[in-house]
């Protein structure tokens, strides 16, 4: 593996489900404690990598959630069974005789979301899709006192899908869990370490935000602490390039980053969005138009920040989003990298100042 692809396998397999994101902190503190100027942390948990360039104005947020979907321990059965809570949005389907941790006090503990065997399965059941409350994770216990005394589980504790980062046989294609979005964990950690010895005519701020599963809630905390200038929320966006997406707008793996026109909680500024595509297309760096119509990203929160903040999403295709593994390919992570260090080395004062109405 080279430096790039052990990176994502560190971010990938580190265990970070909303509110319980600290282990992806240290990993972002790590690779760029070096590099920054200074750290620091919001009173939500968010991460701040400050870079000082040329100019200590305009600021640049830079900003990607370090949280996965994942569940919640909610209750235990008399039987010994886990009953859980979603963290994030999950299809029912989706989450059926998966492997899972659990994150306990005492370690970690490894389980099975239990499933009916298709031979007990009536007409009617074989068509419904399961609600999150009706399945149970198997551990294996003998009853509640098992779980509760010996292996220590008790309701907060944190669940993850088990996935380990893999190459496939096409090198360029990964399989991870978490992509959402560990890969614009990494996207802040390559964009920063770029400009370690590249000057720009700004102040970036790298930043790992928490909790955007379930509202968006770090992006707030964050942008109220860096108080940006303008606002980069780099995230996954949703390939359509997999069997039953007929008719869909056209989203391939290899087609470059995604550039998102909109987003359910964000309408990106337009000359902020025009610099961007003509970036793109001046340095021959493919790319694709995107529209998320469900769902919003950390951009809607940043872009409120007290009078408003010119605001993007950008993102990189990933098959399989919101379940246990997904997939993309490096030559979009690649390209995104060279498309948003190209946009930031122009941001100036005079250039940011030009993108809001005056």
Request: with cysteine; net charge neutral; hydrophobic share 40%.
């Amino acid at each position: 593996m080279d430096k790039i692809e052990l990176m994502f396998k560190e971010l990938t397999e580190v265990h970070g489900v909303p509110g319980h994101e600290d282990a992806v902190a240290e990993i972002m503190k790590k690779y760029l404690k070096d590099i920054a100027d200074n750290t620091s942390y919001d009173r939500l948990g968010s991460f701040i990598a400050q870079k000082k360039g040329t100019s200590s104005e305009p600021k640049v947020m830079i900003a990607a959630h370090m949280d996965e979907i994942g569940f919640m321990v909610k209750e235990i059965t008399d039987d010994g069974y886990i009953k859980f809570l979603p963290l994030g949005g999950w299809w029912g389907h989706v989450a059926l005789a998966q492997r899972v941790i659990i994150k306990t006090v005492s370690g970690d503990i490894q389980g099975v979301i239990g499933s009916k065997p298709p031979h007990l399965l009536k007409e009617e059941e074989r068509k419904k899709v399961l609600d999150i409350e009706d399945l149970y994770i198997d551990i294996g216990a003998q009853d509640k006192f098992d779980v509760k005394k010996i292996l220590k589980i008790r309701p907060g504790d944190s669940i993850v899908p088990v996935s380990e980062f893999t190459i496939l046989a096409n090198p360029k294609m990964y399989l991870a869990k978490a992509w959402d979005n560990r890969i614009g964990c990494a996207a802040v950690i390559s964009i920063m370490s770029h400009f370690r010895k590249v000057k720009h005519p700004n102040t970036i701020f790298g930043v790992g935000t928490v909790q955007e599963e379930v509202g968006l809630r770090g992006a707030m905390t964050a942008a109220n602490m860096v108080d940006p200038d303008v606002g980069f929320a780099v995230d996954v966006s949703i390939a359509k390039d997999t069997p039953g997406m007929a008719g869909k707008q056209p989203e391939r793996l290899g087609s470059g980053p995604s550039i998102a026109v909109y987003d359910g909680s964000l309408v990106p500024n337009r000359r902020l969005r025009d610099l961007v595509i003509d970036v793109a297309e001046r340095n021959k760096i493919p790319y694709h138009l995107t529209a998320l119509e469900r769902g919003g990203t950390d951009g809607g929160r940043i872009q409120l920040n007290r009078i408003g903040v010119p605001t993007i999403y950008m993102g990189v295709a990933t098959r399989y989003i919101h379940g246990h593994a997904g997939i993309l390919n490096r030559d979009d992570y690649d390209n995104l990298i060279k498309l948003l260090t190209a946009v930031v080395k122009i941001l100036d004062k005079k250039t940011v100042d030009s993108l809001v109405r005056r």
